[in-house]
């Protein structure tokens, strides 16, 4: 299983408008069948540079999945956010290999 995180710092001036935006992005990514699921979270720890920060985790079966969605459909999917948001935004991606899960649960 294979994480790829994108992490997104986003300019107050058009947060609301990204917050909206990215939702329906997350949609199409997962439309491309390269990926299981997405989260969509805020990262709680506050920025020198100022603004909020996200990280969009999306989950792929395979390091393959991964590399299919870089080939056929992640230039086209980044622009759109480019064009739209600019300099408003700063993202970097993370690719993370998962080793094992774990879990618990309580009566």
Same mark, same amino acid.
């Given at each position: ?9 986003? *300019?107050?001036?058009?947060? #609301?408008? $990204?917050?909206? $935006? ?25 920025? #020198? ?15 393959? *999945? ?8 992640? *230039? ?6 480019? =064009?739209?948001?600019? *300099? =408003? ?19």
């Amino acid at each position: 299983m294979i994480i790829y995180n994108v992490t997104v710092n986003i *300019d107050k001036s058009i947060h #609301e408008e $990204w917050l909206n $935006w990215i939702k329906n992005h997350i949609a199409l990514v997962l439309a491309t069948g390269h990926f299981t699921e997405a989260k969509l979270t805020k990262v709680l720890i506050e920025e #020198e540079m100022g603004g909020t920060t996200y990280s969009i985790q999306y989950r792929a079966k395979s390091r393959t *999945d991964l590399e299919d969605y870089y080939n056929n459909h992640a *230039d086209a999917l980044r622009q759109d956010g480019l =064009k739209r948001f600019a *300099d =408003k935004m700063l993202a970097f991606r993370t690719e993370l290999e998962v080793i094992d899960e774990f879990s618990v649960s309580f009566n």
